[in-house]
C-alpha cells in the first residue's frame, strides 16, 4: 500500500494550497480517506475524512468553512483544497485510509509519508 502526498509548500496567510494523495496498492474507492496533520510537539491533529462515496464528509472545527475535501475515484485520489490559510495551519500534512469514517488516527492503518505546509504571516 502507498500513499503519496504532495502539493504543500510554502503560502502567505490568506493564500490557497491543494494537497493531493495518490493511492496505490488498495482498492480505492472502498476506503474511507482522511486528512490529519502534526506539529512538532504537538498531537497529530484530525483535519478532514470522506466517505468512500464522498457522501458523508466531517472536518474538524479549526478548519470548517475553509478547507474543502474531495475525492476522484476513478484517479484513486484524496484531495484537500485549503483557502483562507492562517499561519497556524503551518504543520506536515498526511493522508490516510481506512475502513470507517473516524476522526481517531487509530482507526486508519494507512498512511502516507507526509507534505510541509508553512503558511507565513
Known amino acids: 500500500v502507498q500513499l503519496q502526498a504532495s502539493g504543500g509548500g510554502l503560502v502567505r496567510a490568506g493564500g490557497s494550497l491543494r494537497l493531493s494523495c495518490a493511492a496505490s496498492?488498495?482498492?480505492?474507492?472502498?476506503?474511507?480517506m482522511g486528512w490529519f496533520r502534526q506539529t512538532p510537539g504537538k498531537e497529530r491533529e484530525f483535519v478532514a475524512t470522506i466517505s468512500w462515496s464522498g457522501g458523508t464528509i466531517y472536518y474538524a472545527d479549526s478548519v470548517k468553512g475553509r478547507f474543502t475535501i474531495s475525492r476522484d475515484n476513478a484517479e484513486n485520489t484524496v484531495y484537500l483544497q485549503m483557502n483562507s490559510l492562517k499561519p497556524e495551519d503551518t504543520a506536515v500534512y498526511y493522508c490516510?485510509?481506512?475502513?470507517?469514517?473516524?476522526?481517531?488516527?487509530?482507526?486508519?492503518?494507512?498512511w502516507g509519508q507526509g507534505t510541509l505546509v508553512t503558511v507565513s504571516s
Open positions: 490516510a485510509a481506512g475502513s470507517e469514517i473516524a476522526v481517531v488516527g487509530g482507526s486508519y492503518p494507512y
Open positions: 496498492g488498495i482498492t480505492f474507492r472502498t476506503y474511507v
